[in-house]
């Protein structure tokens, strides 16, 4: 089972947009409207942010959006603040046997 | 109020077996469509999702750990435990349990394989 795709650092400055993709294969992403996605600051385990690749969990802000395309699904920060400066990964539901897998992560910078 | 905590070694030596237990509160693994999962991360490297346990029992493994790992649970004390054999020095990481939405993780423990 490989990890989705997903570029190593985005970077922004603040109040600017920024989209991190995340690339799978017809067994996951492109399969299942089941992606989700995490942001994780050091030393601090995952929090969810996006599940089934559009919905926001009560709480996480509206500045978070999610989309897919085929087999590939972006996160959109809109309005770029300090604080979104983490890791962020990207995780689909897949035909295997896991069920889940893990994209590659990507560090957000705010410039 | 759902919560999620690993526990167990923090060190264990090459070659032997580790076991970690999950203890969660604020739901139960006999509810229909409810799971456990553990995941870890290797210092500064990605997540990996290790092993999943559901309601009914079912078990889905790593394809790539799936030989080294077991996963149970047991209902009436709220935890899920898991086993992993043959450890290595690459198996170092923090290990994290999670609710199978992936909406509710635990703190993490980290778990260094060294002699």
């Known amino acids: 089972q490989s990890a989705l795709t997903q570029p190593a650092s985005v970077s922004g400055s603040p109040g600017q947009s920024i989209t991190i993709s995340c690339t799978g294969t017809s067994s996951d992403v492109g399969g299942y409207n089941y992606v989700s996605w995490y942001q994780q600051h050091p030393g601090k385990a995952p929090k969810l942010m996006i599940y089934d690749v559009s919905n926001r969990p009560s709480g996480v802000s509206n500045r978070f959006s999610g989309s897919k395309s085929g087999n590939t699904a972006s996160l959109t920060i809109s309005g770029l603040q300090a604080e979104d400066e983490a890791d962020y990964y990207c995780s689909s539901y897949t035909s295997s046997s896991t069920p889940y897998v893990f994209g590659t992560g990507t560090k957000v910078t705010v410039l | 109020q759902i919560t999620l905590k690993e526990s167990g070694p923090t060190l264990v030596k090459p070659t032997q077996t580790l076991t970690l237990t999950c203890t ?83 703190q993490g423990t980290l778990v260094t394989v060294s002699s």
């Not at chain 2, 995941?39 to 009914?56: N, T």
């Not at chain 2, 394809?63 to 649970?73: A, E, G, Q, V």
């Not at chain 2, 209902?75 to 898991?82: A, C, E, G, R, Y």
Request: glycine content about 8%; hydrophobic content about 35%; aromatic content about 14%.
């Open chain 2, 24 to 106: 969660f509160s604020g739901f139960s693994l006999s509810t229909s469509g409810v799971g456990v999962g553990w995941i870890r991360q290797p210092p500064g490297k990605a997540l990996e999702w290790l092993a999943l346990i559901y309601w009914d029992d079912d078990k889905r493994y790593s394809p790539s750990l799936k030989s080294r790992l077991t996963i149970t649970k047991d209902t009436s004390k709220n935890q899920v435990v898991l086993t992993m054999t043959n450890m290595d020095p690459v198996d170092t990481a923090t290990y994290y349990c999670a609710h199978s939405l992936g909406d509710y993780w635990g």
